[in-house]
């Protein structure tokens, strides 16, 4: 079993940054894949970012790419979401997940372990 807690959310003006954190425990030997997924009120959870525990990985969703950068502490089990210039748009909350598998993909599907999430909220 794989614990994560997210920390960081918050209110923001658009145009401001935030950086998310989100921290492992229990099996997290078994861990390989970790990245965020987030939903905003009235739609389905999206993939946002995710990265190999390598490193060699790294994906973003094209909403985010160029603002968002996701970042990993293996030694802390801790993966972090840099995000710059914040959009309304951008207003949801956001969730940790991680995987065990070798492919580190961008669908639910690909990640076993899903934290409780944290509320991002960017104000016009």
């Known amino acids: 079993q794989v614990q994560l807690v997210e920390s960081g959310g918050g209110l923001v003006q658009a145009g401001g940054s935030l950086r998310l954190s989100c921290a492992a425990s229990g099996r997290t030997f078994s861990i390989n894949g970790m990245g965020w997924f987030r939903q905003a009120p009235g739609k389905e959870r999206e993939f946002v970012a995710a990265?190999?525990?390598?490193?060699?990985?790294?994906s973003y969703a094209d909403s985010v790419k160029g603002r968002f950068t996701i970042s990993r502490d293996n030694a802390k089990n801790t993966v972090y979401l840099q995000m710059n210039s914040l959009k309304p748009d951008d207003t949801a909350i956001y969730y940790c997940?991680?995987?065990?598998?070798?492919?580190?993909?961008?669908?639910?599907?690909?990640?076993?372990?899903w934290g409780q999430g944290t509320q991002v909220t960017v104000s016009s």
């Open positions: 997940a991680a995987g065990r598998g070798l492919r580190v993909g961008v669908e639910d599907r690909d990640f076993d372990s």
């Open positions: 990265r190999s525990r390598s490193g060699l990985t790294t």
